[in-house]
């Protein structure tokens, strides 16, 4: 699938979203999003911001998303990584599994670490990765 259509995928996947978004699922997006963030090896404070600055810059696309909140989770998880950056993950990957009873919380974390792979124009082996990870913590294919 090309890069466009993962997007325009990923984006058709949140606008069809219109139910409250819980704070498990929150989490699990979140979790997402950090993973994607430190696929290439590297996570500090500031490629923190850069990366919050990245999802605000989605807002419309991830309205149903508290981003307040996104952005508190995003800190916590993300500082977790960096403080023990083995335990960090697999605490991630933990949290992403919690939703996959739910088909339509599956896709949307899927589709939120779509969104944060595509978001700086650019798509990383590591980050592919990531997304193979992402998918067998939720017990679903890889696209």
Known sequence: MSIEKETAYAIASWQRF????????????????????VADG???DSEIDRFISLIRDQES?????????????????GGAILSDPIAGRSQALDIIATVKANATHCELVRSAAEIAILADNRELASEQEVMKQICEALEIDAR
Do not use: H, M, Q, Y
């Not at 696309?61 to 998880?77: C, S, T, W, Y």
């Open 42 to 44: 590297d996570l500090g």
């Open 18 to 37: 219109n139910s409250e978004i819980t704070d498990n699922v929150a989490r699990a997006i979140t979790s997402a999003f950090v993973l994607v963030a």
């Open 61 to 77: 696309v991830l309205a149903p998303l508290n981003l307040d909140r996104i952005e508190a989770l995003f800190r916590d998880i």
